[in-house]
């Protein structure tokens, strides 16, 4: 049975479903006349809704938020942003966990459009996955991957494992994890504890960070 529509604030314009075929165009008008849906993206042209969110994810996203954010404001020319709708392409409009960019003025392709929605790559584009691995890495990555973004992070959260790529002659390729810290290529001193947050210990995390600022 067909999932039911989810009613959009004009009858007009029809409802969003799961697996639609949108260019990126039609998909926001769709969302725009939905202003109480959640989540939903459009991925090489189809649409995926999310679910909703578990207290494992909320937690971990918690988290990377504190390390992105506390850089984003420790460097001059860099943002971060969570959980924004970012317009990448054609048939690419995703709404990742969180994302690390330079400001225009310093070089970013990340802009904020009249619309008010994010469009073209950042610098490092990070999903937490607990039920959207199949989705995180693999057909996000690829949208991702094309659109330029030059590092993707996915924290997988039941494997525990941080996979961190860097874009190298157009695909992605593993950042190499030493003592296990990964550090950023596009960002100096942006450095995850990745053994540290897959065991939950925050507190080592930050500290591994603050390091790399300082």
């Not at 860097?166 to 550090?183: C, F, K, N, W």
Request: hydrophobic share 45%; net charge negative; charged share 25%.
């Amino acid at each position: 049975m067909a999932p039911a529509p989810v009613p959009t604030a004009e009858a007009s314009i029809p409802a969003l479903y799961n697996g639609d075929r949108l260019a990126a165009c039609e998909f926001l008008r769709r969302l725009e006349a939905m202003p109480h849906l959640k989540k939903a993206e459009l991925i090489d042209g189809i649409v995926f809704m999310g679910s909703p969110v578990s207290a494992r994810h909320a937690e971990q996203d918690s988290l990377l938020q504190l390390l992105l954010g506390t850089y984003a404001n420790s460097v001059d020319g860099v943002a971060s942003a969570t959980n924004a709708t970012l317009r990448l392409g054609p048939d690419d409009v995703i709404q990742p966990d969180l994302l690390l960019r330079r400001l225009p003025d310093a070089g970013g392709q990340c802009r904020v459009e009249p619309t008010g929605y994010f469009a073209g790559p950042p610098e490092l584009v990070a999903e937490i996955a607990v039920t959207s691995a199949s989705i995180d890495l693999h057909a996000k990555r690829d949208s991702c991957r094309r659109a330029g973004v030059r590092e993707y992070m996915v924290w997988d959260v039941s494997a525990k494992r941080i996979h961190w790529w860097a874009l190298e002659e157009d695909e992605y390729r593993p950042l190499p994890e030493e003592a296990g810290i990964v550090e950023s290529r596009v960002f100096p001193g942006l450095r995850v504890a990745t053994a540290a947050m897959a065991k939950g210990d925050g507190k080592k995390a930050l500290a591994v960070l603050r390091a790399g600022l300082g």
